[in-house]
T-cell receptor
Framework: ETGVTQTPRHLVMGMTNKKSLKCEQHLGHNAMYWYKQSAKKPLELMFVYSLEERVENNSVPSRFSPECPNSSHLFLHLHTLQPEDSALYLC?????????????FGPGTRLTVL | DQQVKQNSPSLSVQEGRISILNCDYTNSMFDYFLWYKKYPAEGPTFLISISSIKDKNEDGRFTVFLNKSAKHLSLHIVPSQPGDSAVYFCAASVTIRAGSYQLTFGKGTKLSVIP
């Protein structure tokens, strides 16, 4: 595997379900991100982890719970979601402390909440 | 309030011609700008970037221009190819602490290059 991978690629869940999204980066980076992309909206930053510590939480509802067990893995735990949470969830990684601000994205998980 | 705006949701260009994608921003603290390209069913991929201390950066067929006084940047693709058909996102970066950056994205412009 290379780059940033995400599983599953598609997920359909009911409002009472609990599910988790997984992201893995194979780039040796030290920062990881969760973004949400809704239709006709810009990518919205949800969470930032730097050196496995959460450094940014942009007032995301508590029904989204991130977990970063190590620098290569990032999870987004979902519970009691709402239909308006249906979106593309993108994971990204970057190397903090480098001179470049680039973030490398995974392919995303297309989430549908029924 | 959107800090990064891409006012054209879509753009169609003939193959071989120039594609110009525009982006405006409002936050004067942004110090680095990036363009990402996204194909359907894939994540955004980095294309080209420019630091706020420059006004032009070129990489092959892709050139990004920055006008700081107007808070405007543009991406030029010449010549345009059918494989360039994708959604292009403009992103602006602000330093939140030494070595750590946060990106703010525009809504994207869907480019269609017609053979």
């Amino acid at each position: 595997e290379t780059g940033v991978t995400q599983t599953p690629r598609h997920l359909v869940m009911g409002m009472t379900n609990k599910k988790s999204l997984k992201c893995e980066q194979h780039l040796g980076h030290n920062a990881m991100y969760w973004y949400k992309q809704s239709a006709k909206k810009p990518l919205e930053l949800m969470f930032v982890y730097s050196l496995e510590e959460r450094v940014e939480n942009n007032s995301v509802p508590s029904r989204f719970s991130p977990e970063c067990p190590n620098s290569s893995h990032l999870f987004l735990h979902l519970h009691t979601l709402q239909p308006e949470d249906s979106a593309l969830y993108l994971c990204a990684s970057s190397q903090e402390g480098s001179s470049y601000n680039e973030q490398f994205f995974g392919p995303g998980t297309r989430l549908t909440v029924l | 309030d959107q800090q990064v705006k891409q006012n054209s949701p879509s753009l169609s260009v003939q193959e071989g011609r120039i594609s110009i994608l525009n982006c405006d921003y409002t936050n004067s603290m942004f110090d680095y700008f990036l363009w990402y390209k996204k194909y359907p069913a894939e994540g955004p991929t980095f294309l080209i970037s420019i630091s706020s201390i420059k006004d032009k950066n070129e990489d092959g067929r892709f050139t990004v221009f920055l006008n700081k006084s107007a808070k405007h940047l543009s991406l030029h693709i010449v010549p345009s190819q059918p494989g360039d058909s994708a959604v292009y996102f403009c992103a602006a970066s602000v330093t939140i602490r030494a070595g750590s950056y946060q990106l703010t994205f525009g809504k994207g412009t869907k480019l269609s290059v017609i053979p």
